[in-house]
C-alpha cells in the first residue's frame, strides 16, 4: 500500500465520523479538530483505523500530535504497518 493509498483511506474514514466535511476540507495539513473532530470522535476514529489498517495504538501514540491532520495520522500508521 502506498502513501497516498494510506492517506485516501484515512480521508474516508475521517469523512465517516465527521458530518458536513468534504474531502477537500480535508487537505494535507487542515487541523482535522477545527473541522470538527471532538473527543468522542476521535475515539471513533482511532477505533476505525485500527481496524481499517489492522494495526493496535498504543496509549501513548493516541495524541493530539499524531491525530492533527491527515500528515501526522498516515505517519502515524505508516510507522504501525512497518513493524
Known sequence: MTASNTKQQIISVILEIIPDITSEDLQDHVDIFNLG???INAMTLVAN????????????EISFENFQNIVTIAAMVEQKKSF
Open 49 to 60: 483505523l485500527q481496524d481499517v489498517f489492522d494495526i493496535q495504538l498504543e496509549p501513548n
Open 37 to 39: 473532530l471532538d473527543s
